[in-house]
């Protein structure tokens, strides 16, 4: 893949650009402030018992070193996965944190269990990772992992069944197993939720798009049909009243002649002004580019969307202006999609020999990627107006394109 030199687009970084930036309210942002305040609300409530009880020295010296070094692994755990960003959770590492958390969980209560005679306040623990797996997990890998976690979590019970019961083992087992699942089932919905907002988004900026492109397309037609109406009957009706006039001007004599002939002058020059009409009709009209972008950003989305344009963009070749507002388009689209970013920077520039285009997100970017439809599509179509553009990702270092399109002289 040929790399597009700096020298073309230059060394300018506008990420920080507060021109155009578009401030985005996110609900989901608040929402899961909330729900950080109640996980580690769970967390601290889960040890206040236990800690008190080796405070009070209830706890022989060993068990309640291993108690502690298991909750507190398990908060280091949780909070390292919690601070993770969304568009990070897709390796090894978050699996790691999960797994952590669950042995942990399981390890902290059976030790309550054996040597404080059983509680079931540090069962909250475990209801706290079934609500974290979802993030990392599919459906079906959410649910064998509440499983198991129940099934070992019966085996953590076992120094208080002869104390306490079987009935009542089974009855915070199944209660137990039954928050999990509300909790996973929870953010299954949350994280369900937030991928439907994000497909709309994406379909909101390519209807906005769409839209703006089919209006140009009616005023297109609607000068064609204007310019041939024009033509067919003012224009047919003035060279028939035209040849009459330069007959009756030869069988004319005198001042009655004259007269003819201005009036021949008058509508040799009318006929002449409606054909510049009909021609300027027919002629292809302009398109403001940067118009077009600014309306695919209005909806918000949880990408915040930097714009660095010039005030005014107009292109006057529809295929060029086409593949200009595409092009933004499926950054967008992709940004919102697939990249996990926060934000995004779009830069155009237009010098006198065409017109540039730099964006870049700050999401997980990638090792490889397919170069699906869009991807390909916004290459053919520079490539088609001898164009040209350039991708590049890096893994943690979000995705760019950069593309230069020749705009011809009068374009």
């Known amino acids: 893949?040929?790399?597009?030199?700096?020298?073309?687009?230059?060394?300018?970084?506008?990420?920080?650009?507060?021109?155009?930036?578009?401030?985005?309210?996110?609900?989901?942002?608040?929402?899961?402030?909330?729900?950080?305040?109640?996980?580690?609300?769970?967390?601290?409530?889960?040890?206040?018992?236990?800690?008190?009880?080796?405070?009070?020295?209830?706890?022989?010296?060993?068990?309640?070193?291993?108690?502690?070094?298991?909750?507190?692994?398990?908060?280091?755990?949780?909070?390292?996965?919690?601070?993770?960003?969304?568009?990070?959770?897709?390796?090894?590492?978050?699996?790691?944190?999960?797994?952590?958390?669950?042995?942990?969980?399981?390890?902290?209560?059976?030790?309550?269990?054996?040597?404080?005679?059983?509680?079931?306040?540090?069962?909250?623990?475990?209801?706290?990772?079934?609500?974290?797996?979802?993030?990392?997990?599919?459906?079906?890998?959410?649910?064998?992992?509440?499983?198991?976690?129940?099934?070992?979590?019966?085996?953590?019970?076992?120094?208080?069944?002869?104390?306490?019961?079987?009935?009542?083992?089974?009855?915070?087992?199944?209660?137990?197993?039954?928050?999990?699942?509300?909790?996973?089932?929870?953010?299954?919905?949350?994280?369900?939720?937030?991928?439907?907002?994000?497909?709309?988004?994406?379909?909101?900026?390519?209807?906005?798009?769409?839209?703006?492109?089919?209006?140009?397309?009616?005023?297109?037609?609607?000068?064609?049909?204007?310019?041939?109406?024009?033509?067919?009957?003012l224009g047919h009706h003035l060279t028939a009243l035209s040849l009459q006039l330069d007959v009756a001007a030869r069988l004319s004599e005198g001042k009655v002649s004259e007269h003819v002939r201005q009036a021949h002058a008058i509508t040799r020059l009318l006929l002449a002004d409606v054909r510049d009409v009909v021609g300027s009709l027919r002629e292809e009209g302009s398109v403001e580019v940067v118009q077009a972008i600014r309306a695919m950003t209005l909806?918000?989305?949880?990408?915040?969307?930097h714009l660095d344009l010039p005030d005014v963009l107009v292109v006057r070749d529809r295929d060029r202006a086409d593949t200009l507002i595409r092009c933004v388009q499926e950054i967008i689209t992709n940004s919102i999609r697939h990249s996990f970013a926060r934000n995004l920077w779009i830069r155009l520039e237009r010098p006198a020999d065409g017109v540039y285009i730099d964006a870049r997100d700050d999401g997980r970017g990638a090792t490889s990627i397919d170069h699906g439809h869009g991807l390909t599509g916004m290459r053919e179509r520079f490539e088609k107006n001898a164009g040209r553009v350039d991708f590049n990702w890096e893994p943690g270092a979000g995705f760019q394109v950069r593309g230069f399109l020749p705009m011809p002289a009068g374009t």
């Not at 996965?81 to 059976?110: C, D, E, K, N, W």
């Not at 079906?140 to 979590?153: E, K, R, S």
């Not at 909806?299 to 969307?305: G, L, S």
């Open 1 to 233: 893949m040929a790399h597009v030199p700096d020298v073309i687009y230059g060394n300018r970084d506008f990420r920080h650009t507060p021109e155009g930036t578009r401030r985005v309210y996110n609900r989901t942002v608040k929402c899961s402030k909330w729900l950080l305040a109640a996980v580690v609300t769970t967390w601290v409530v889960s040890g206040l018992y236990p800690i008190g009880m080796i405070v009070q020295r209830q706890f022989s010296w060993w068990p309640s070193g291993v108690w502690l070094a298991a909750f507190s692994l398990y908060g280091v755990a949780m909070a390292l996965f919690l601070s993770m960003p969304l568009r990070t959770r897709g390796g090894y590492f978050p699996h790691l944190l999960a797994l952590i958390q669950s042995v942990t969980a399981l390890l902290v209560h059976y030790i309550s269990a054996t040597y404080l005679g059983g509680t079931g306040i540090t069962l909250g623990l475990l209801v706290i990772i079934a609500g974290e797996v979802p993030f990392i997990l599919r459906p079906a890998g959410v649910w064998t992992w509440v499983a198991v976690q129940t099934f070992f979590l019966t085996a953590a019970f076992a120094p208080i069944l002869g104390r306490t019961g079987l009935l009542n083992v089974l009855g915070l087992v199944v209660a137990t197993g039954a928050f999990q699942m509300f909790a996973a089932a929870s953010s299954m919905l949350l994280r369900s939720e937030r991928d439907s907002r994000k497909r709309l988004a994406a379909a909101h900026a390519e209807l906005l798009t769409t839209r703006g492109l089919l209006a140009e397309n009616s005023r297109a037609e609607e000068r064609l049909r204007i310019s041939r109406d024009l033509h067919d009957t």
């Open 299 to 305: 909806e918000q989305t949880d990408v915040t969307i």
